[in-house]
Structures are given as structure tokens and as C-alpha cells.
């Protein structure tokens, strides 16, 4: 089975806090994802990585940043968090071409204080 | 852009009844089309797809149509159970290499015994 794994649950941190959120995937899958999932708003994505070292911007980049050093690792980083920050946040993975089917973690819900 | 509408939540049934979540989508191309489900405390999980019109995507005893006249692609299952009580998002995807996904905003399904 595909396991997509994400560091941690429930993450509580202060506003101007550096955050890492960290996701990797044991499927050799060359495509991974990072979404942010509000109530009302579904999910948007906000970076993907087609593989090692690439990154592309999603829908609502701004305050996020990635880093993908290897390919079954993909993180998140907040460079200086803010309340507005407060959501889900969750990884997916997938192989490359078209229409194949996105693995998703649990999930990791960060909040913002 | 592309976008997908799906109905409002929550939809709240007893169980074996028939359930119906409306799904419409704007696009520009031939877009192909995912229902996802997520479990309480899970991420999200791939129920069905489908690619291109008038095919018919299934599993687990949900069913939808791509209805290209229409632009929809209503999720059915003739007879609910507690353990369907979910969020469920519909989702299109352009067909692009990156393999992107355009979420709704997710309908939250509660069976009651």
C-alpha cells in the first residue's frame, strides 16, 4: 500500500515562528503536493514538486515556501507565521503523467496563537 | 479557470436511504473528473473517476456519470450506511503532466441509524 506520512497531527505555534511541515512518501512517486483545506473553501493547493529540486507555485503561495532535497520528501515552510495560517494542511503524492491518482497523509492541523 | 461547484452540506439520511451530492464544473478542455472521500480524522481517499464523457465511475456502491451536456458529475449510492458518513469532495483534474487537481468545497455526509 501507499503510505504518505506527515510529521505531526496537531502543531500549535506562535505568530512570527519559522514552521516545517514535513511530508514523505514510501512510493518512489515523482509528483507530491501541498494543500491547505478550510471549511467553505475545500481544498486549495498551495505548491507542488514534479520532482527533485523543482517546485511550481499552486493557487495561494504567498506566505509559504518548499524544499524537496530528496525525492520521497516533501516540506512546507512558514517563513513567519501568522493567525491567517490556521488551517489543515495536507500532502499528497503521485506518479507522473496524466490522470493518476493522488495519495493523500493525515493531515496536519497547525494553529496559529 | 477551471472550477467545481458541489451542493452544501450537510446532508443528513438514514441509513439505506438514496443519496445524491450534485457536482458542476467549468472548464475550458476535457477535463476528467474524481470523486474523493475523507473519513473522519483521515486524509483523503480516491472513491472514483472518470475520464471522459458518458463514462460511468464506481466503487463500493457509489456511482457517478460524466454528463459533458450537463457539465456534471452527480455522486449516487442507492442505499447508505452509518460507515459512509464522510466528507466528500468532487474534483477535476485538466489532464496536465503535473497532474493538478481543482477541488470542491466538500459536502459533509452524516448517516444516522
Known amino acids: 500500500d501507499v503510505k504518505v506520512t506527515q510529521s505531526s497531527r496537531y502543531l500549535v505555534k506562535r505568530t512570527g515562528e519559522k514552521v516545517f511541515l514535513e511530508c514523505v512518501q514510501d512510493?518512489?512517486?515523482?509528483?507530491m503536493f501541498w494543500y491547505r483545506q478550510d471549511p467553505g473553501l475545500g481544498l486549495r493547493l498551495i505548491y507542488f514538486s514534479y520532482d527533485v529540486k523543482m517546485k511550481e507555485k499552486g493557487d495561494i503561495p504567498e506566505g509559504y515556501s518548499v524544499s524537496r532535497e530528496k525525492k520521497e520528501r516533501f516540506s512546507l515552510i512558514l517563513e513567519s507565521a501568522s493567525t491567517n495560517q490556521t488551517s489543515m494542511y495536507l500532502c499528497?503524492?503521485?506518479?507522473?503523467?496524466?490522470?493518476?491518482?493522488?495519495?493523500f497523509g493525515p493531515g496536519t492541523r497547525l494553529t496559529v496563537l | 479557470g477551471d472550477s467545481v461547484t458541489q451542493m452544501e452540506g450537510p446532508v443528513t439520511l438514514s441509513e439505506e436511504a438514496f443519496l445524491t451530492i450534485n457536482c458542476t464544473y467549468t472548464a475550458t478542455g476535457y477535463p476528467s473528473l474524481f470523486w474523493y472521500v475523507q473519513y473522519p480524522g483521515e486524509g483523503l481517499q480516491l472513491l472514483l473517476k472518470a475520464t471522459k464523457a458518458d463514462d460511468k465511475g464506481s466503487n463500493k456502491g457509489f456511482e457517478a456519470t460524466y454528463r459533458k451536456e450537463t457539465t456534471s458529475f452527480h455522486l449516487e449510492k442507492g442505499s447508505v450506511q452509518v460507515s459512509d458518513s464522510a466528507v466528500y469532495f468532487c474534483?477535476?483534474?485538466?489532464?496536465?503532466?503535473?497532474?493538478?487537481?481543482?477541488f470542491g468545497t466538500g459536502t459533509l455526509l452524516a448517516v444516522q441509524p
Open positions: 474534483a477535476l483534474s485538466d489532464g496536465g503532466a503535473t497532474n493538478k487537481l481543482i
Open positions: 512510493m518512489d512517486h515523482e509528483n
Open positions: 499528497a503524492s503521485s506518479t507522473a503523467g496524466v490522470l493518476n491518482t493522488q495519495y
